[in-house]
Nanobody, 124 residues
Framework: QVQLVESGGGLVQAGGSLRLSCAAS????????MGWFRQAPGKEREFVAAINWSGSVTYYADSVKGRFTISRDNAKITVYLQMNSLKPEDTAVYYCAASSYATIGIRPRDYAYWGQGTQVTVSS
């Protein structure tokens, strides 16, 4: 069982930066693929970024590639999402998720554990 708690969301102007954190509990955290998803009002939850268990492999949605960076610290059992050059269209609730699959997945159903979400609002 893995419990996830996100933090770091807030209100930022377009062009600004935020860093989201996801603190996990559970002794097997280091074996999980970790992902970030987001959901805007009236829209489906969409994949943002994911990282494999060691941090050696990352994958990004085209819409955030070059602006967002996912990383993890297994010693601190925490995963991060550094978001730069934010745009109003990045506004959403951001969710951290954990997957026990061996490879990175980009579908919500690939992830068994979810945090409660943190709001990110980017003003124009």
């Amino acid at each position: 069982q893995v419990q996830l708690v996100e933090s770091g969301g807030g209100l930022v102007q377009a062009g600004g930066s935020l860093r989201l954190s996801c603190a996990a509990s559970g002794r097997t955290f280091s074996s999980y693929v970790m992902g970030w998803f987001r959901q805007a009002p009236g829209k489906e939850r969409e994949f943002v970024a994911a990282i494999n268990w060691s941090g050696s492999v990352t994958y990004y949605a085209d819409s955030v590639k070059g602006r967002f960076t996912i990383s993890r610290d297994n010693a601190k059992i925490t995963v991060y999402l550094q978001m730069n050059s934010l745009k109003p269209e990045d506004t959403a609730v951001y969710y951290c998720a954990a997957s026990s699959y061996a490879t990175i997945g980009i579908r919500p159903r690939d992830y068994a554990y979810w945090g409660q979400g943190t709001q990110v609002t980017v003003s124009s």
